[in-house]
């Protein structure tokens, strides 16, 4: 089956800081999802991005099929973008695959 | 806005104990999931439909059984809920087509 790989696990920033977090697979998908997993455990729709570049507020991403990646941007960090981050991708069939996720900490 | 409920976010249960989790998505999808997912293991699939009375197995089937009479609910069964079943829950939706799916809030199931 496809292997999703996130980095970093951990990340701990200040409130204010810049962070990117990666998404690498290793097979051509058929698309690709982040989510952000809050303190009670459900799963937010951020991006469905199979390719190119999207943003959102103080969030973008980018993925580069052709190479295999995506990058999830987060700027002027806050303390409520705290949780897990997870990429997700559709390689076949119905069903998605999930990397094992970035736990992010914003600190005051 | 798609939205997904289900029908618990806490549920504790007896070994032993069928058990039924519920799920309801108001955008008229085709597919309906559920995956359930632990520390260190992260999000597995255990059933999908891609239509009424339609199932697949996914990943980690083996003690569950899932329903859908409806289009919109999909319903999980543990028929004998064990010890190792306990775990969060969640259900998703997507339209046909194998695009973007939404999740429901979660159930955190305990087996004791």
């Known amino acids: 089956g496809i292997q999703v790989e996130q980095s970093p696990p951990d990340l701990i920033l200040q409130e204010g800081a810049n962070s990117t977090l990666r998404c690498n697979f290793s097979d051509s998908v058929n698309n690709l999802q982040w989510f952000h997993q809050n303190p009670w455990g459900q799963l937010i729709n951020l991006f469905y991005i199979p390719s190119g570049t999207k943003q959102n507020g103080r969030l973008s991403a980018t993925t580069v099929a052709t190479e295999r990646y995506s990058l999830l941007y987060i700027s002027s960090s806050q303390t409520t973008d705290s949780g897990v981050y997870f990429c997700a991708v559709l390689y076949s069939g119905y069903a998605l695959n999930f990397g094992k996720g970035t736990s992010l900490l914003v600190t005051p | 806005d798609v939205k997904v409920t289900q029908s618990s976010r806490y549920l504790v249960k007896r070994t032993g104990e069928k058990v039924f989790l519920e799920c309801v998505q108001d955008?008229?999808?085709?597919?309906m999931f559920w995956y359930r997912q632990d520390p260190g293991l992260g999000l597995r699939l255990i059933y999908f439909?891609?239509?009424?009375?339609?199932?697949e197995k996914g990943d980690i089937p083996e003690g569950y059984s899932v329903s859908r009479e409806k289009k919109e609910r999909f319903s999980l069964i543990l028929e004998s809920a064990s010890t190792n079943q306990t775990s969060m829950y969640l259900c998703?939706?997507?339209?046909?087509?194998?695009?973007?799916?939404?999740f429901g809030p979660g159930t955190r199931l305990t087996v004791l």
């Open positions: 955008m008229d999808h085709e597919n």
């Open positions: 439909s891609y239509d009424v009375k339609m199932k």
């Open positions: 998703a939706s997507s339209p046909s087509g194998g695009n973007e799916q939404f």
